[in-house]
């Protein structure tokens, strides 16, 4: 464990806020396990190295954080919030994926996969069934509901706003989410806690894991932006890299409405020539990939060397197929993105695949929280994400990799 690691765990040796308590929904049991795990081993649980570093404890009488409670459904598809255990005076996480499709229900008799409207009802019977017995109710949702819903256009609801004002009126005191695709719509909740979190520092490590002869300097390397609205993203990647940056910008059909959204006409490239160099495109959401495909074969056109495809949450609706191919003909080398959804089985054993853990991230945040301290030094990776790069750059060296 790292010095500043070290440090940061020292300075939790304090009374935390209550006992801890970790509920995971439905489809988030092995994310719950694994966050679990560490958090256990921190506080000696387990025998941990750090003994006694910690004083966060998961309530009398148990001997894991985790909250037995699950929603059973009657055959009409109507559902309850049920708690196996008292939550009485802890202080509560619950961890739900509301895009996890793989959980299915039976209704009129036919399996139904749960909708993202399915799993966030669910997450409201559980508040609901807590019922203010909990000295705190906080909520981990990776992916924000409704996040692409978050500004109107015309006649249309404010879905995304409408749900985190749901979850302030039903007592929850903070809200973490990961790589918002808006987060202004912080602006609906001002009076409750509302953290999105950057897994930029996770991504970059599994990057040098993964890949062991990139060449980090300007004249090798560039970071390039999908769009207009992925710029601040970039501008992080390039900043902490010491990259040139470039971008695209979608022209778009506006008189034609498709899939529920205007059409692309053409990607256009603004920025230094990326030919001979190996690319970093960054985005939030990597949805069916079709528009992360065109940008990859414009910057092949363009003489690009290997591409770097990094997404917060890849959910490929449209299937692997296409990836597969593009990836045969060297169109993509990798592509990057996060556990904190559910991701098909087929894709963790893709070649071109590349998963960056979030637990013991997310272990991090909710042992901060606890504690009620700052979790100013964990949103701000700038100082983990330079020695990172210098133990990867000693790592080539001893490997006998050297770049001029």
């Known amino acids: 464990m790292s010095a500043s690691v070290i440090s940061w765990v020292k300075d939790l040796n304090e009374v935390p806020f209550g006992p801890l308590g ?13 966050i679990d795990s560490w958090l256990l081993k921190w506080h000696d649980l387990e ?57 299915r229900y039976n209704m009129y008799d036919q399996e139904v996969p749960m909708s993202p ?18 000295k705190r109710v906080n909520v981990i949702m990776p992916f ?26 039903m007592g929850v005191s903070n809200i973490i989410t990961f790589d918002a695709h808006d987060p202004r719509v912080v602006n609906a909740v001002p009076l409750i806690g509302f953290e999105n979190v950057m897994p930029t520092y996770q991504m970059l490590k599994a990057l040098c894991h993964e890949v062991k002869d990139l060449n980090i300097n300007k004249d090798s390397m560039l970071v390039v932006s999908p769009d207009e609205g992925a710029m601040a993203r970039n501008i992080y990647y390039s900043s902490v890299l010491a990259l040139e940056l470039g971008m695209f910008y979608k022209r778009r059909d506006y008189t034609t409405i498709v899939g529920g959204r205007n059409p692309i006409i053409a990607h256009e490239y603004i920025g230094t020539s990326v030919e001979g160099k190996d690319v970093i495109v960054a985005d939030d959401i990597l949805s069916s990939g079709d528009s ?8 092949k056109l363009r003489k690009a060397n290997r591409i770097f495809c990094v997404a917060t949450f890849a959910f490929f609706t449209n299937g692997l197929a296409e990836f597969h191919a593009a990836y045969e003909q060297g169109i993509i080398t990798k592509v990057l993105a996060t556990n904190l959804n559910y991701n098909q089985p087929e894709l963790k054993q893709a070649k071109w695949y590349v998963e960056a853990d979030m637990s013991k991230y997310v272990a991090y945040l909710i042992a901060t929280l606890n ?13 983990r994400i330079k020695s990172l790069l210098n133990r990867y750059a000693d790592e080539q060296a001893a490997n006998g990799l050297r770049f001029v």
């Open 47 to 103: 025998g941990g190295e750090e003994d006694g570093d910690f004083f966060t404890v998961p309530g009398k009488n148990r001997d894991n954080f985790l909250i037995k409670a699950y929603c059973p459904r009657f055959g009409t598809g109507e559902s309850k919030g049920v708690l196996k255990e008292s939550v009485r005076g802890l202080d509560i996480y619950i961890i739900v994926d509301v895009l996890n499709y793989a959980v």
């Open 292 to 299: 992360m495909l065109d940008l990859a074969r414009e910057l």
């Open 371 to 383: 504690h009620d301290r700052s979790l100013s030094a964990l949103l701000n990776p700038y100082n």
């Open 144 to 169: 924000l509901y409704e996040s692409r819903q978050h500004r109107r256009t015309s006649r249309e609801s404010l879905d995304c706003a409408m749900a985190l004002q749901e979850l302030q009126s």
């Open 22 to 34: 970790i509920i995971a929904m439905n489809g988030c049991e092995h994310m719950g396990e694994q």
């Open 117 to 134: 409207d399915d799993h966030f009802q669910d997450l409201k019977r559980i508040i609901a069934a807590i019922g203010g017995k909990a």
